[in-house]
Nanobody, 124 residues
Framework: QTHLVESGGGLVQAGGSLTLSCVASGRSLSTETMAWFRQAPGKEREFVSAIKRSGIADYADSVKGRFTTSRDNNKNTVDLQMNNLSPEDTAVYYC??????????????????WGQGTQVTVSS
């Protein structure tokens, strides 16, 4: 069982920055890949970023150059630094974990463990 808890969501003005954090806990962690997904009202949950234990990361085209994900394997945490935010980034952001190595963007079904989500709202 791998439990994930996100934090750092909130309200920010367009052009601003926000950092999300996620911590994993459990007796046996399945965190080879840790990812961020987001879901806006009326839309499908979409891939944002993923990072392997080695540090190799993947990003959705919509966030490349603006978002950066990083992780600390000793603390079992993963962060998402979001810069130059726009109202289109408004969504609930979810942390996800998988025991498998994913070579690129993978659908939500590839991840067995999920956090409860944290709301990010970007005003114009």
């Amino acid at each position: 069982q791998t439990h994930l808890v996100e934090s750092g969501g909130g309200l920010v003005q367009a052009g601003g920055s926000l950092t999300l954090s996620c911590v994993a806990s459990g007796r046996s962690l399945s965190t080879e890949t840790m990812a961020w997904f987001r879901q806006a009202p009326g839309k499908e949950r979409e891939f944002v970023s993923a990072i392997k234990r080695s540090g190799i990361a993947d990003y959705a085209d919509s966030v490349k150059g603006r978002f950066t994900t990083s992780r600390d394997n000793n603390k079992n945490t993963v962060d998402l630094q979001m810069n130059n935010l726009s109202p289109e980034d408004t969504a609930v952001y979810y942390c996800a974990a998988s025991g498998n190595y994913h070579y690129g963007p993978s659908p939500p079904s590839a991840y067995a463990y999920w956090g409860q989500g944290t709301q990010v709202t970007v005003s114009s």
